[in-house]
Nanobody, 115 residues
Framework: QVQLVESGGGLVQPGGSLRLSCAAS????????VHWYRQAPGKEREWVAT???????YYAASVKGRFTISRDNAGNTIYLQMNSLKPEDTAVYYC?????????WGQGTQVTVSS
């Protein structure tokens, strides 16, 4: 079974930066892909970024050029570096780890961008 722990959220001013972490633990799994999603109050959850086992990365148009998804292969930790943050980025951010046989969601971490 895979367990995910997210961290790194907080309050930041517009133009600031945050780095979110998603630490995966457990036995008997290998990561196929990792996705970041976010959900603001009253809105549907939206996809933000993806990194695949082949190290390909994909971004939503709203964050491309500002966010970077990466992975520490040895430690099974996934990062989302967020730069030039905007108030529109305010949301709860969730990581989703996809293995060869299952999907697992993190508990979510709050990101608030406000002056």
């Amino acid at each position: 079974q895979v367990q995910l722990v997210e961290s790194g959220g907080g309050l930041v001013q517009p133009g600031g930066s945050l780095r979110l972490s998603c630490a995966a633990s457990g036995n008997g799994f290998s990561i196929f892909a990792v996705h970041w999603y976010r959900q603001a109050p009253g809105k549907e959850r939206e996809w933000v970024a993806t990194i695949t086992r082949g190290s390909h990365t994909y971004y939503a148009a709203s964050v491309k050029g500002r966010f970077t998804i990466s992975r520490d292969n040895a430690g099974n930790t996934i990062y989302l570096q967020m730069n030039s943050l905007k108030p529109e980025d305010t949301a709860v951010y969730y990581c989703k780890v996809v293995t060869s046989s299952s999907e697992h969601w993190g508990q979510g971490t709050q990101v608030t961008v406000s002056s």
